[in-house]
RNA sequence: GGCCCGAUAGUUCAGUUGGUUAGAACGCCAGCCUGUCACGCUGGAGGUCGACGGUUCGAGCCCGUUUCGGGUCGCCA
């Protein structure tokens, strides 16, 4: 009987050993990406998990025979000598002396993925054909780079004592009410998909000060838009003992800023791949709403009429004028009007009809919106008879207050959005690894 | 959901005023090429022009219906 230790030791190396291996015979694993046939040798591309391996072909070293079943899409091991390329300095290859055969395409792939890059296909096509598509390093490599997003966020707030909490997504009351939540049967009873992890969170001030979430939430918007997703990874954080939103504002700058210089150390493949444009970070300006409606009218002359919300137009004229005159390519608005915001947002003591919370433009789009919340009970009862609600039903969230919770505050962060502006994309759904949309539930 | 636009080879597209056998690029297949790296060269295969109906001697093209898709707005992360 085999013993099971947990300790995988894997005979192949990974890419990243050839340099010290050079000269020795070694086994490396992947998929043949493409074989150029050349007159009597021929190079062989491996794709492994996170590299492209050029392997040579020639039957002066190599013991198999590249017949009809050595082809693209085959899962292969292959053995030989590590040299260094002859043509790309700092580069290794392999000088193949056996290839074996773990597993076979049925059939050739229906999209070329083997170029630099996929061409320009249709949106549905390429959605419809994700698994295959994703097989270019190119496009894998956006989702290695979300990674390191959620990963940056994740590490950072851990190291500023933040508590990682799992928060159900099947609730019996949305956060915040409204037409656009998921309903689904349970046991005869009607739930909703959770659209927010709000009340969670917070419902664990007292009890860990910080606490964060990276899952998804759903929203049932019939909105078809190209930065619109139903279900989207949302990365949730709330701390207590706060004196401000300010202090909220600040842990985001110190996320961020975390998070850039991780990819910039840690997925720079990925970065050079996808040809990123990094932002710079080292302080974030500010604005006030009322005063950011004055530049979109003043010096950007243009005719407001809602005065409660930006429209994706003024965002844009925002996100310019932050490029322009503080030459950063994110922007905080503080300030929003309270009709505007949840009823558990805190509002100004200096000003009732605005609130203190913040959204986050980055390049001229809205990817966070955050603020202090209301901790006293009885502010907070007021303010949702004010608004017209059962105060009966939130009976258990109300717990928080009622029970003592510190003056705290939060924010959300949609995952997708951030990958989407940092990458350039002009549509939310290739920041998506499987998007969920108006129309598609598959793959 | 409203408005605008589109559907032609595996993929991205072109297709003139309605007129012979519907073209190109990439991919695929065959052959050639001592080091390519989006390799190169030569040749070949590949089409129910989304579907249904109509006008016409004749429809990829004009008209109607329908299906699928794209853009945009409402809303928001």
């Not at 990817?367 to 258990?396: L, N, P």
């Amino acid at each position: 009987m085999e013993k099971i230790t947990g300790n995988l030791q894997k005979e192949s190396i990974q890419y990243m050993e050839f340099a010290k291996n050079v000269g020795k015979i070694v086994s490396i694993q992947g998929i043949i990406h493409r074989i150029r046939e050349m007159t009597d040798f021929a190079f062989v591309i491996l794709r492994t998990s996170r590299d492209v391996v050029q392997c040579i072909y020639s039957p002066k070293f190599s013991n198999y025979q590249l017949d009809e079943k050595v082809q693209e899409g085959c899962s292969v091991t292959v053995t030989g000598l590590v040299v260094q390329d002859q043509t790309r300095e700092g580069r290794y290859e392999l000088q193949i002396h056996n290839i074996a055969i773990l597993s076979q395409p049925a059939e050739p792939l229906p999209l070329v993925i083997n170029k630099k890059q996929i061409d320009n296909i249709a949106l549905d096509l390429y959605l419809n054909m994700r698994s295959v598509v994703l097989r270019n390093p190119k496009e894998r490599a956006v989702f290695k780079l979300q990674e390191g997003i959620a990963r940056g966020f994740r590490e950072y707030l851990l190291k500023q004592n933040f508590t990682e909490i799992r928060t159900p997504k099947i609730v019996f009351a949305g956060a915040e009410g409204g037409a656009n939540i998921f309903k689904l049967d349970y046991f005869g009873k009607q739930v909703f998909l959770a659209q927010s992890p709000q009340f969670y969170k917070q419902m664990m001030i007292p009890i860990y000060e910080r606490v964060f979430e990276i899952a998804p939430v759903f929203r049932a918007e019939h909105h078809d838009t190209s930065r619109h997703l139903n279900e989207y990874i949302s990365m949730d954080l709330e701390m207590g003992f706060i004196n401000s939103f300010y202090d909220i504002m600040e842990i985001e700058t110190g996320a961020l800023k975390y998070i850039f210089e991780l990819l910039n150390h840690e997925y720079k493949n990925e970065l050079e791949l996808l040809n990123v444009q990094m932002p710079n970070i080292e302080s974030i300006p500010t604005i006030k709403f009322m005063d950011a409606k004055d530049i979109i009218i003043h010096k950007f002359k243009k005719k407001i009429t809602d005065f409660k919300d930006f429209d994706p137009e003024e965002e844009q004229l925002l996100g310019k004028w932050a490029k322009k005159e503080f030459d950063s390519d994110f922007l905080f608005v503080t300030h929003y009007p309270s009709e505007k915001r949840p009823f558990y947002a805190m509002d100004d003591q200096n000003n009732p009809a605005y609130t203190c919370s913040f959204d986050l433009l980055f390049r001229g789009i809205e990817i966070t919106t955050g603020g202090q919340r209301i901790h006293d009970y009885h502010s907070q009862v007021a303010k949702m008879q004010a608004r017209g609600m059962q105060v009966a039903e939130f009976e258990s969230y109300l717990m928080l207050h009622k029970y003592g919770v510190p003056p705290h505050g939060g924010l959300g962060l949609g995952l997708e959005r951030i990958t989407m502006h940092l990458l350039g994309f002009k549509n939310v759904r290739y920041a998506s690894l499987f998007p969920r949309d108006l129309h598609r539930v598959t793959p």
